[in-house]
């Protein structure tokens, strides 16, 4: 039951994040997302069977990691008129799993603060943060495809890559374990200061 529940938090902060870049991309004017009918929380649309849901149990059971992916939003670049705008549309997802991180962090915070925790409700909270930190982690890391090689291009042309090669599944199993092996340096002590300002 315990997967179950992280299976669903993963799929939906991944679903979020994506409808967070379709619909940057939409205020500022391409409709390419919402004409796909992308700009929905029903995650039927948005499910990659690899990325949402063999990927996150893998990394899950692996490497003790909260990391997956969905149908990537499309959105036509052309349309965005600033490289700024473009490196928001990449950065989208990013801020929304900060943002649902946060949200369920004041509310964990709330409930301690209030006398309501208990150990369901620390739980749940606790996961939420969790996977969405961890997804922003992951998404920030400056390799390709992840978002934050897409917001440096989008602010530093030059180093756009054209290669097919970080699309193959090989090299999205060795970002994924690179990843991994950043995250596992690395997050403890992100996740130790998350528990020092919840507590």
């Known amino acids: 039951m315990d997967s179950i529940f992280t299976l669903i938090i ?6 979020l994040h994506e409808v ?5 991309a939409y205020i500022q004017g391409d409709e ?9 929380l029903n995650p039927i649309p948005h499910i990659d069977m690899m990325g949402s849901v063999m990927v996150p149990l893998f990394a899950f059971f692996s490497f003790g990691t909260f990391f997956g992916w969905a149908k990537p939003v499309p959105y036509n670049v052309h349309n965005i008129r600033t490289r700024f705008g473009v490196a928001f549309v990449a950065a989208a997802g990013v801020l929304m799993n900060l943002l649902i991180a946060l949200l369920a962090g004041i509310l964990f915070r709330m409930s301690f603060l209030g006398g309501m925790m208990d150990d369901g409700i620390g739980g749940a909270l606790y996961l939420i943060i969790g996977v969405n930190v961890s997804l922003a982690f992951f998404n920030l890391i400056p390799i390709p495809p992840f978002d934050g090689m897409s917001i440096l291009q989008a602010l530093f ?3 756009h890559i054209k290669s097919r090669i970080i699309y193959s599944p090989i090299y999205m199993v060795v970002a994924i374990v690179a990843a991994s092996v950043l995250y596992g340096l ?14």
């Open 10 to 15: 993963v799929l939906f902060s991944i679903i």
């Open 20 to 24: 967070a870049h379709g619909y940057a």
């Open 32 to 40: 390419t997302a919402h004409r796909a009918g992308r700009l929905t």
């Open 157 to 159: 042309p030059r180093l």
């Open 186 to 199: 690395i997050m403890p002590y992100v996740f130790e200061g998350i528990k020092a300002l919840l507590l």
